[in-house]
């Protein structure tokens, strides 16, 4: 485990970013675990700024994302592929083909898990993957419960996270209550993960994933069994360090 301190909220992005820009711009090709949120819109934004000024190519990188929300459309303004086309993807000369995310409105859940986690192991995991953390210690939308959930499944989202998230949206009755998720073998299956935390709300949180004992009740804690964890922390985050 690697711990990155940054200044503030700008300095984590452009820190973050970096290890992004380093991989791709090394590896042409490479194959990229994405997330959403506020945490990471200064990693795209910076992200884009290098492709914008010629100094990083995307049309051969390949990306999965952690998850999406059961019964939002792709076109839906808070779901994560509108997300992704509208903070990273539209900016840069990616492939849409070569970008990949479940589909919220699948027919048959258990399917669409089923299928992507094909996707995803297909891959053999990401390069990189990158992730926020939830205040409740969730990575992905893996929620605290009994046992760690291996592969892509649909979950039933704690009303921590349907809290937090009705910041996105004009009313907490919108968010969507389900999402499909990778699971944590998809997860820790990538060759090196960055975790990106911000703000002096996740101090508490960001130092039991890391210091506490590992167990499912806090998912994120599960990252301490990674070869190779980097966490890029504003100093907010790393208050209680």
Do not use: W
């Not at 592969?151 to 009705?166: M, P």
């Amino acid at each position: 485990m690697r711990i990155i301190k940054a200044k503030d909220y700008e300095d984590m992005s452009r820190k973050a970013a970096s290890i992004f820009f380093a991989r791709t711009f090394m590896r042409p090709d490479s194959v990229l675990g994405l997330a959403t949120g506020s945490s990471v819109l200064g990693l795209y934004a910076s992200l884009v700024e290098s492709h914008r000024k010629g100094d990083l190519d995307f049309s051969g990188v390949r990306t999965f994302n952690l998850d999406e929300y059961v019964g939002l459309p792709a076109d839906s303004d808070q779901s994560y592929r509108y997300y992704m086309n509208d903070n990273l993807f539209r900016h840069v000369n990616i492939r849409i083909e070569n970008t990949h995310l479940p589909d919220g409105m699948a027919k048959d859940t258990d399917t669409e898990c089923k299928r992507y986690n094909s996707v995803v192991e297909g891959f053999g995991g990401a390069d990189v993957q990158l992730l926020g953390l939830g205040l409740n210690g969730h990575i992905g939308f893996n929620e605290p419960g009994d046992s760690f959930v291996g592969g892509v499944h649909a979950v039933d989202l704690d009303e921590s996270t349907i809290k937090a998230n009705s910041r996105f949206f004009a009313d907490e009755g919108d968010v969507p209550r389900r999402a499909i998720t990778m699971g944590i073998r998809n997860i820790m299956m990538a060759g090196k993960i960055v975790l990106c935390v911000s703000g002096a709300q996740k101090a508490g949180i960001l130092r039991e994933v890391l210091c506490g004992e590992i167990t499912p009740r806090v998912p994120g804690s599960v990252l301490q069994l990674h070869r190779d964890l980097i966490v890029v922390a504003d100093e907010a985050a790393l208050s209680r360090f």
